[in-house]
């Protein structure tokens, strides 16, 4: 929903991240490779990051401000929930995320609510727009 407010920096920042998350739990989900797609396409952005990238050091220093941090943060919050579930793996990664970019744990469940109650908007709006699937 925010994406477009990241600068290109940040934006190659952000699919790093969201992939290394969304890798975090050892599975592939249809719903969460489908959720990457969804942020490229809303990103306005084919790129698709090295896997040393992915799997180095977490790449926080583009997001500088509160504003850019809480969007980082909702936005991967809808990438994790996507399949539903949030695995342990990935619920310490963001963690570790929201510790460096100085979210609490009172902010981060918020955030984590605001992005489940976004994909059960969208999902919702999928169904008008497909009524028959």
């Known amino acids: 929903m925010y994406l477009h407010l ?3 920096e940040q934006k190659r920042a952000f699919l790093t991240l969201s992939l290394r998350v969304s890798m ?3 599975e592939d989900d249809m719903d969460e490779i489908d959720a990457l797609e969804d942020v490229k396409m809303r990103m306005h ?4 990051p090295e896997m040393s990238e992915v799997l180095g050091e977490l790449p926080l220093a583009p997001f500088k401000t509160p504003k850019v941090r809480a969007i980082v ?3 991967l919050l809808g990438v994790i929930y996507a399949d539903g579930y949030l ?7 963001i963690g570790e ?3 460096a970019f100085e979210i609490d744990q009172p902010q981060l469940n918020e955030m984590a609510e605001w ?3 976004s994909l059960d908007l969208k999902r919702g709006g999928e169904q008008f727009l497909n009524p028959n699937d």
């Not at 695995?87 to 990664?93: D, G, R, S, V």
């Open 6 to 8: 990241l600068n290109d």
């Open 24 to 26: 975090s739990d050892g």
């Open 45 to 48: 952005v084919d790129y698709t």
């Open 73 to 75: 943060m909702m936005e």
């Open 87 to 93: 695995h342990e793996a990935e619920a310490a990664l």
């Open 97 to 99: 995320i929201a510790a």
């Open 115 to 117: 992005a489940m109650d």
